[in-house]
């Protein structure tokens, strides 16, 4: 475990909710019960016009917890709702995640340790535990080297050229909001978009080999709907339209979404591969042609994070 910080810098926690009445509680919990201390945090929920018992949920939580609970009457979207709560922050350190995720209970106080120690760092992301719809862990802990701090460039992110994280994971330095802006309230993917945008404005992004989230798996999780994800990404993309390599961040795309489809229809991956010449060319498309031989027994013990998230 990292040691904690003495001086500890008061850190904002932003959690957007929506239609999350079974899974609110535990995420709020997560943020009560952290080893920080909550004293040194400021929580910030606002339920997006969830049709479900979640505002009813949340009012009981506030009275018991004090926290700052914001109500809407009509639905905003994930992007909006962060940039109304980012305004009303008053802390050095931003973080958010989802209603139907859980922080791990050390996260805070270990990423605060980080950023002291590197007060370079202006986005400081982790790993994620995927757990099923009733908190079951189903990926295994992976905590490696916890001094192994591993930095993104925009080319990296553009390109594909990284292993990603979740954005429930990450932690971000209040004044980067106010050099560079927030989201964009006409893109849904809002991580993706802001990892771009930072990056593109010299900030630095750095990832540690240390769980910080529980990630949630389930049914209307936005990262099962490849449709959507797809589409918010190409809107994305066009953002860069005029950088060089933006042809090959279209095609370094695309293979990626090949890859995910290995474990939902492998004949699917197929056809593409075969009737898109550009893909053959590819060294990506080596690791999905071997993917595509494996059963799916093996896929699922070989990438369980993967396997998981899109085989729904």
């Not at 802990?141 to 993104?152: C, T």
């Not at 004044?175 to 404005?201: C, H, M, Q, T």
């Not at 910080?212 to 589409?231: A, P």
């Amino acid at each position: 475990m990292i040691p904690i910080a003495e001086n500890k810098p008061r850190v904002s926690v932003l959690i957007p909710a929506y239609n999350h009445e079974k899974f609110v509680e535990d995420a709020i919990l997560s943020v009560v019960n952290q080893t920080y201390g909550y004293d040194n945090i400021e929580l910030i929920v606002t339920d997006d016009c969830s049709s479900d018992n979640t505002v009813e949920k949340l009012q009981r939580l506030q009275q018991q917890y004090g926290f700052r609970l914001i109500l809407h009457h009509k639905n905003f979207g994930v992007s909006s709702t962060l940039n109304e709560m980012i305004l009303l922050t008053n802390s050095l350190y931003i973080t958010s995640f989802a209603s139907d995720d859980v922080m791990v209970p050390d996260r805070i106080q270990n990423q605060i340790n980080i950023l002291q120690n590197h007060p370079e760092i202006d986005i400081l992301a982790g790993t994620s535990i995927l757990i099923d719809e009733k908190g079951n862990q189903i990926s295994d802990i992976q905590r490696n080297n916890n001094d192994f701090l591993e930095s993104f460039t925009f080319e990296d992110i553009f390109l594909l050229n990284w292993p990603g994280f979740t954005a429930g994971s990450v932690i971000i330095k209040s004044n980067l909001f106010k050099r560079i802006g927030s989201y964009d309230p006409n893109i849904k993917v809002e991580d993706y978009y802001f990892w771009l945008k930072a990056s593109f404005n010299n900030a630095k992004i750095v990832r540690c080999n240390i769980p910080f989230l529980y990630y949630r798996i389930h049914g209307n999780s936005i990262s099962t709907n490849d449709t959507l994800l797809k589409d918010e990404v190409a809107k994305i993309l066009a953002l860069y339209k005029s950088h060089p390599q933006y042809n090959t961040a279209l095609l370094n795309h695309k293979i990626y979404n090949l890859s995910k489809m290995v474990f939902k229809s492998k004949r699917k991956v197929l056809y593409h591969i075969v009737n898109e010449p550009n893909l053959l060319l590819n060294k990506k498309t080596i690791k999905i042609l071997i993917m595509l031989l494996l059963p799916s027994s093996i896929l699922k013990s070989k990438f369980p994070e993967n396997y998981y998230r899109n085989a729904g």
